[in-house]
């Protein structure tokens, strides 16, 4: 039955005058979409990102992320907020997890690096390690700083970057929401 959907209207499209490359888009997008609706979403390990080409059709990207490398992302994947702040009994700095969460899994574990900005606007190449096994409660530094995140334990790599603001002499709480 899906076949012969899909043979009819790859005809009737053939007819109105769009080019081959349209219909093979067309039909491959809704087989995708048919699989994905069967077995849930098919997407690579990797961050894919959809944007326009030159003749307005759309091209998939993938982007390789490295947590361990002082660069920025080409957008930010997921999200990273400080969530609330409260001062602290040392009146120190500091950066404590709320919650770090994948929206389809849920609580997950996750290995980050932060990165401070310069005066300048660069990532300072120094790190700051940040995790759910060693380093939950970190002291630091007030300032801006730039978080790559990846998902630990999980079957497929999820990542979260970000700029997030630390403030001074206050615990700032963070969550995580991987994508």
Not at 50 to 63: A, F, I, L, W
Not at 65 to 89: C, F, M, V
Not at 150 to 178: C, H, M, W
């Amino acid at each position: 039955m899906k076949t012969q959907l899909a043979l009819l209207f790859t005809s009737i499209t053939a007819l109105s005058g769009c080019s081959t490359t349209t219909v093979e888009r067309t039909v491959k997008d809704g087989v995708n979409g048919a699989i994905n609706g069967i077995l849930g979403s098919t997407s690579p390990s990797s961050p894919v990102t959809n944007t326009p080409n030159q003749s307005g059709n759309y091209s998939v990207k993938r982007e390789k992320i490295y947590i361990l490398d002082a660069k920025k992302t080409s957008r930010d994947y997921g999200q990273t907020t400080i969530s609330k702040s409260e001062r602290n009994p040392n009146d120190k700095t500091r950066l404590t997890i709320e919650r770090s969460f994948h929206p389809r899994i849920g609580n997950v574990a996750f290995e980050a690096y932060l990165y401070e900005y310069s005066p300048e606007g660069w990532l300072v190449k120094t790190r700051t390690k940040f995790d759910t096994t060693f380093n939950e409660n970190i002291t630091l530094p007030a300032g801006k700083y730039y978080i790559k995140a990846q998902t630990r334990g999980v079957d497929r790599k999820s990542y979260a970057t970000g700029t997030i603001t630390i403030d001074p002499f206050v615990t700032n709480y963070i969550t995580l929401e991987f994508e």
